[in-house]
């Protein structure tokens, strides 16, 4: 078994098939209209959904603080955690209607 020598000028045969792979790589993506890999639709759609289960209640309840520390009242961040979780679930309900391709 040879092996080659990394300081030996690259064949030129592999020099041409690399050129040639890059191109109709590129006339791929060009014709399909794709720059690349990109995630599932599912697996982004999981994202979102998540991303609205944590942040619409966290993000009411914060508001609810808010209201409560400057109007001197106690609870009203318990009735914005409810509504940011029925906001929430309204928003699944929705996204969970969008079918992933």
């Not at 993506?29 to 990109?38: L, N, V």
């Amino acid at each position: 078994m040879t092996e080659e020598d990394p300081k030996s000028p690259q064949d030129a045969r592999l020099a041409s098939l690399d050129e040639r792979l890059a191109q109709a790589q590129a006339v791929e993506e060009a014709r399909s209209g794709k720059a690349g890999p990109s995630a599932p639709r599912g697996y982004a759609q999981g994202s979102r959904i998540l991303s609205v289960l944590v942040a619409y209640p966290l993000g009411c309840a914060l508001i609810g603080y808010a209201i409560d520390r400057v109007v001197g009242t106690q609870g009203i961040w318990v009735a914005m955690l409810f509504v940011g979780f029925v906001v929430a679930m309204w928003e699944v309900w929705k996204l969970s209607k969008q079918r992933p391709e």
